[in-house]
């Protein structure tokens, strides 16, 4: 069992903030009562940020960034196990609270946007990075582990019950190499948890394969209606990349699995991978994916911040050995000429209070 050291934000503070609350309405995201129009569909878009892991810590000068570009969310990778999913680097959560996931809420505050926080883990061992999203031969997590990852999230929703800038708790990024029904056996168990404590935040699921659109009905769909029942507060996250599917596929996946039951879907992570994909192909999935989005009312986060600078290409394409420079190893997000102009179109405004409340 892991001690709770912190307190959550005082209850004045909760309550002056009370119109920057989200909740889940049917399919879609909405704003407070309390909020400057009331409750009216909310999009949320954003851009991964993998603190000192993909960016070093910095923390103002990303929300500085983020806001000037239009964007209303940060998806904010944390652990609770090993940093980076790194054995030799153990997870103390009171002290990831601390140092890891609190300077960059304080930013997010001050800069008024949301951050939704995601256990960038992934139900099983490190995976090896040169072949994600294929299978992998590390073992899934044992009953002790989950344990471990649900115990963790109890500490952290109850630290942040009363804090409306946590858009939600992405309580997983990618299973894979698991059965539907463990993946959805495991979630739920995390979903009771969490409720025990916190009632309010919005929690985000993805799925057993990889969180691709295509797996949304077999890990959800005996359940997806009623999981999270009585609160009904939940949102199905997918996850595609280039050849995952295109993107005229994981429209009819989601639009499916969300209109036949109900609730709301976001692409919490999308993205090109320009280092073994032609410069083409990753173009035409960014700008469908987009138009996806645009049309479907969808919200998404791209993957991930790397420097803080746009990159209207990639400065190098490894298949078409093409690009604006030789290779870089740390370039910031690409293809910001579609998603700069994306986000400033489709991002929500972050909600007002009413006049004289």
């Known amino acids: 069992m892991i001690a709770f050291l912190f307190c959550s934000r005082n209850a004045s503070a909760a309550s002056a903030d009370e119109h920057l609350w989200l909740k889940v309405d049917g399919p879609r995201i909405v704003t407070s009562a309390f909020s400057e129009g009331g409750e009216r569909p909310f999009i949320p878009v954003g851009i991964g940020y993998a603190r000192d892991v993909i960016i070093r810590a910095q923390d103002d000068a990303v929300m500085k960034f983020c806001k000037e570009r239009g964007l209303n969310t ?92 946590v858009l939600g708790y992405e309580l997983l990024n990618e299973p894979h190499d698991i059965a539907a ?92 991978t320009h280092w073994n994909k032609s410069e083409t192909v990753c173009r035409e999935f960014l700008a469908g994916m987009h138009t996806l989005f645009a049309k479907e009312d969808v919200g998404w986060m791209i993957w991930a911040l790397k420097k803080l600078e746009d990159s209207p290409r990639a400065p190098y394409n490894e298949v078409d050995k093409t690009g604006l420079g030789p290779p870089r190893q740390y370039d910031s997000c690409p293809y910001s000429d579609l998603w700069v102009p994306a986000a400033r179109i489709m991002a929500s405004p972050m909600p007002q209070p009413k006049a004289g409340s």
Request: with cysteine.
């Open 74 to 165: 940060v998806r904010l990778a944390f652990y609770t196990r090993y940093f980076n999913n790194k054995k030799d680097r153990p997870i103390d959560i009171e002290q990831h609270i601390k140092d890891h996931i609190e300077p960059v809420m304080v930013a997010a505050r001050k800069h008024g946007l949301y951050v939704i926080l995601d256990a960038h883990e992934y139900m099983s061992a490190e995976i090896d990075e040169a072949t994600a999203r294929e299978k992998q031969t590390g073992k899934g997590w044992d009953e002790e582990t989950i344990q471990h990852w649900i115990q963790s999230w109890v500490v952290v929703a109850r630290h942040y019950k009363d804090d409306p800038y």
């Open 181 to 272: 029904e463990d993946a959805r056996k495991n979630y739920t168990r995390c979903i009771r948890a969490i409720r025990e404590v916190d009632q309010r935040h919005i929690l985000i699921v993805g799925n057993h394969s990889w969180s691709h659109a295509r797996s949304l009905e077999s890990t959800w769909g005996p359940v997806a209606a009623t999981v999270d029942a009585p609160y009904n507060n939940i949102v199905f996250a997918f996850h595609d990349y280039p050849t995952d599917n295109h993107p005229w596929i994981v429209q009819r996946h989601i639009t499916r699995f969300r209109d036949t039951h109900n609730v709301p879907v976001m692409c919490t992570e999308f993205g090109a």
